[in-house]
């Protein structure tokens, strides 16, 4: 099994329930949901042009759409020749779903690293039972995928981008619809944008909800 990586590289996990965490982020490439306020828009297309050495993905100096192929193997050495020292993967994308998880995840979690998929829900989820599953719910985006009850069914939390009340019904619905009730739900303001703030901090304490703020982006890592 090989994986299209984008970038990989150690940071801090800045939302849902592992803010703070030391981690390592393995994003891959590949995204049809087409969300319009993507900060990943350089991962949505799979081109055979663009594929890379591993060396020249891992030094890009800025985003671009190029990636690499890597076996899990190949990607538990790089970890280890990097001495990384975080022992949480976090696998990201584009959409990482596209594909199945299993032997990747397998393999870090032999080697005693926790897992974490964070995915739009549109895509079956296939991973190990011990990966804690991130459902980012996308409705109603440009690609026309729906949301599937087994992710809804399978995450371990689920974080909501909103930035107007519309975000925030259409998560509600979302909710009934799949019948969630014990699932840790996290409103995700867009783009740090203050309006956007304001309601999530207002929804969040009307419902019981928690607050995701993209730590990252306020102390200005990746
Ligand atoms: S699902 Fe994620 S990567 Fe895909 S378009 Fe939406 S925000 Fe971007």
């Known amino acids: 099994m090989n994986y299209k990586i984008n970038e990989l590289f150690e940071t801090i996990q800045g939302e849902g329930s592992f803010t703070g965490q030391p981690s390592i982020f393995i994003r891959l490439q590949g995204c ?3 969300c319009s306020w993507c900060d990943t828009k350089h991962t949505w297309d799979i081109s055979l042009d663009d594929e890379v050495t591993a060396e020249t993905m891992l030094t890009k100096s800025e985003e671009t759409q190029h990636w690499a192929n890597f076996t899990p193997e190949d990607i538990l ?3 280890n020749d990097k001495k990384f020292n ?3 993967i976090v696998i990201t994308g584009g959409e990482p779903c596209m594909v199945d998880l299993t032997p990747l995840c397998e393999l870090f979690e032999q080697r005693g690293y926790s897992t974490q998929i964070e995915t739009s829900g ?3 989820i296939i991973t190990t039972e011990k990966s804690w599953v991130t459902v980012s719910p996308k409705v109603n985006m440009r690609g026309g995928y729906k949301i599937l009850n087994s992710a809804m069914a399978r995450a371990n939390e689920i974080k909501h981008p909103v930035a107007t009340e519309q975000h925030v019904d259409d ?4 909710l009934a619809e799949h019948q969630v009730i014990d699932t840790p739900i996290y409103l995700q303001p ?3 944008k ?3 703030t304001e309601l999530a901090i207002a929804t969040c304490i009307a419902n019981n909800w ?4 993209q730590v990252h982006k306020y102390i200005g890592i990746e």
């Open 77 to 79: 050495a790089l970890v």
């Open 194 to 196: 203050k309006r956007a």
């Open 210 to 213: 928690r607050l995701s703020v």
């Open 122 to 124: 549109t895509f079956e």
């Open 171 to 174: 998560l509600k619905a979302l």
């Open 32 to 34: 049809p949901v087409g």
């Open 86 to 88: 975080a022992k949480h």
């Open 190 to 192: 867009i783009s740090q």
